[in-house]
T-cell receptor
Framework: NAGVTQTPKFQVLKTGQSMTLQCAQD?????MSWYRQDPGMGLRLIHY???????DQGEVPNGYNVSRSTTEDFPLRLLSAAPSQTSVYFC????????????FGPGTRLLVL | AQKVTQAQTEISVVEKEDVTLDCVYE???????LFWYKQPPSGELVFLIR??????QNEISGRYSWNFQKSTSSFNFTITASQVVDSAVYFC??????????????FGTGTRLTIIP
C-alpha cells in the first residue's frame, strides 16, 4: 500500500493563479481531510469529507474548494491564490471519521508570491 | 466547541533527561478521542497514540508514556531518557462526537522539543 500520497511536493504560484493539490489514498478510507500548517498555529482543518460525494467546511475554508467524486481521491483547489495561502498542506485519511487514527500524506509546500 | 492547548511552545533538554509535554483539552462531550502526533524535522506526521475518554489507564510504550486525567482535562506525554532522535514538534489533538456525522479533529499548536547531545 502506498498509503496517502500528495502531489506536488512543492509549488510556487503567483498571486491570482489557480491550482489543484492532489491527494489520493489506497486504504479504502471513507474519511479524508485537508489541513494547513502555519508557524505557531498548528494544523487547521480546511475541508473534510465523510465519503464520496460528501464534503464539508472546516475551520479555514475560504479560498479553497474540494470535491470527492471517488473514495480514493480528494483534491484541493485554490481558485485565486493569495500570499496568505503560503503554507504547508497536509492531506489525511482515516477509516470512517475524525476520531479514527488519521494517516497523513507527506505534505505540499506552497509559496504564493 | 472543542479546543486543545499546548502551552509549551518550545522545550530543550539535555540528552537522557526525562521530559513531559503538556496537553490540556476542552470539550462538552463525554465521548471523545485524544491523539498525539510527532513531526520530525523531515516534516511528516507520525501517529503516536489514540485514547478514548472511557479509558483512563496510563499507557507506556518503550520510553514513551501518556498520563490521561479527566479530572484536569489533561493528556500529558512523557519521554524517559530522551534521545536526539526525539527532537521534533509534537502535536496533541482532540475529536469529540458532539456533531454526529460531522466530527472534526482539532490540533493544538504544538510543542517543539529539542534534545541537546
Amino acid at each position: 500500500n502506498a498509503g496517502v500520497t500528495q502531489t506536488p511536493k512543492f509549488q510556487v504560484l503567483k498571486t491570482g493563479q489557480s491550482m489543484t493539490l492532489q491527494c489520493a489514498q489506497d486504504m479504502n478510507h471513507e474519511y479524508m481531510s485537508w489541513y494547513r500548517q502555519d508557524p505557531g498555529m498548528g494544523l487547521r482543518l480546511i475541508h473534510y469529507s465523510v465519503g464520496a460525494g460528501i464534503t464539508d467546511q472546516g475551520e479555514v475554508p475560504n479560498g479553497y474548494n474540494v470535491s470527492r467524486s471517488t473514495t480514493e481521491d480528494f483534491p484541493l483547489r485554490l481558485l485565486s491564490a493569495a500570499p496568505s495561502q503560503t503554507s504547508v498542506y497536509f492531506c489525511a485519511s482515516s477509516y470512517e471519521a475524525s476520531y479514527d487514527t488519521q494517516y497523513f500524506g507527506p505534505g505540499t509546500r506552497l509559496l504564493v508570491l | 466547541a472543542q479546543k486543545v492547548t499546548q502551552a509549551q511552545t518550545e522545550i530543550s533538554v539535555v540528552e537522557k533527561e526525562d521530559v513531559t509535554l503538556d496537553c490540556v483539552y476542552e470539550t462538552r462531550d463525554t465521548t471523545y478521542y485524544l491523539f498525539w502526533y510527532k513531526q520530525p524535522p523531515s516534516g511528516e506526521l507520525v501517529f503516536l497514540i489514540r485514547r478514548n475518554s472511557f479509558d483512563e489507564q496510563n499507557e507506556i510504550s518503550g520510553r514513551y508514556s501518556w498520563n490521561f486525567q479527566k479530572s484536569t482535562s489533561s493528556f500529558n506525554f512523557t519521554i524517559t531518557a530522551s534521545q536526539v532522535v526525539d527532537s521534533a514538534v509534537y502535536f496533541c489533538a482532540l475529536s469529540d462526537l458532539s456533531n454526529f456525522g460531522n466530527e472534526k479533529l482539532t490540533f493544538g499548536t504544538g510543542t517543539r522539543l529539542t534534545i541537546i547531545p
